[in-house]
């Protein structure tokens, strides 16, 4: 069979990367299709991952709405070309359209209940939608739920083995903490945000006597906080979380990810309430692998605890139990994508 893979974030790429590879290994033809966004392209160049891009990121709303013509027919000029039975993506209305409009598959996995997006336009026209086991939609008879989130995929021991040397390789000094601040420029982002820039100030100031800050923001960097600024490639930030002592951000991705990795995890933002996401409730009351805080004063006291009373071994200990329970999901995957007629 012959599947497309739209790719818009590094995390669609880390969900999919060994669901491709499984599917290559057993005969499939396999195109990635990339949007040029954020720091994707870095993350596939860096893994030698050959791509197409079929259209670039707009941060502004009246300039999505152009980009939105010449990204159709940059896909639709692909799909005619490629002859693709399937389409998979994370919720793209793009690639679900292009298969109903040539006649072949289209597979989502949204884990995203308040994204409107998909649930009015995408969910009603794709063939078929897999989320994990405790998403909090019902889609009816082409809804498929799979154990574990998402991230298993390519966080879970079976696959993920952090690198070792990526404390020295990049002169990272220990203990460290990550902080993660988002652009808030995405379509599911209207009328939602994060910290404030003075309270990322703040926030690194209270961490920095008890260990050493790095940060990885999708905006900007102002001249007193450059100085913090990550120091790795795009592609080692998994191995970065998971030799972290502590994460912090504003970002719903990278928030799951230290979890998962074992790293005291806080997430804040104004998702953060009774109608936040499933998985982050699932993360944090079940497994307690994950804080939300939407209260800023409330941050700020507890990632100065943290900062102070390391957990690292606490939550080395949960992440263990929750990958006892859950395994990763690639397999299950699979056969779904070699399953759609």
Request: charged fraction near 25%.
């Amino acid at each position: 069979m012959r599947y497309i893979f739209e790719l818009n974030h590094p995390k669609h790429y880390y969900q999919f990367k060994y669901v491709m590879r499984m599917l290559q290994e057993q005969g499939h033809v396999v195109l990635v299709l990339a949007r040029d966004k954020d720091v994707l392209l870095n993350v596939l160049d860096e893994e030698e991952v050959a791509y197409e891009i079929f259209g670039l990121h707009k941060k502004k709303m009246l300039q999505k709405v152009f980009g939105t013509f010449s990204i159709i027919r940059n896909y639709m000029r692909i799909v005619k070309r490629f002859k693709p039975d399937v389409i998979v993506s994370k919720a793209s209305l793009y690639g679900c359209h292009c298969a109903k409009r040539y006649g072949c598959q289209s597979v989502i996995f949204p884990d995203s209940e308040v994204v409107k997006l998909t649930n009015k336009r995408v969910v009603p026209l794709a063939t078929i939608v897999i989320t994990p086991e405790t998403f909090g939609l019902d889609y009816g008879k082409k809804h498929i739920r799979i154990k574990g989130l998402f991230e298993d995929c390519y966080l879970a021991p079976s696959v993920f083995i952090p690198d070792a040397n990526v404390v020295e390789q990049y002169g990272l000094e220990k203990p460290y903490a990550v902080f993660r601040f988002v652009g808030w420029f995405a379509n599911h982002d209207v009328n939602n945000s994060g910290f404030t820039l003075d309270e990322k100030k703040q926030l690194v100031n209270a961490v920095l006597p008890y260990m050493h800050v790095y940060l990885s923001s999708e905006n900007e960097l102002p001249k007193e906080l450059e100085c913090y600024k990550l120091p790795t490639p795009a592609s080692m930030i998994h191995s970065v979380l998971s030799e972290a002592d502590l994460y912090l951000g504003d970002s719903q991705t990278m928030a799951t990810e230290a979890a998962l990795l074992g790293t005291p995890a806080i997430r804040s933002n104004t998702f953060v309430g009774p109608n936040d996401m499933t998985n982050f409730k699932v993360l944090e009351k079940t497994y307690g692998l994950l804080r939300n805080i939407k209260e800023y004063n409330e941050v700020l006291a507890v990632v100065t605890d943290f900062a102070q009373n390391s957990r690292k071994e606490e939550w080395k200990s949960k992440r263990r139990s929750y990958y006892e329970k859950v395994g990763d999901s690639n397999k299950a995957i699979v056969e779904l994508l070699e399953g759609v007629k």
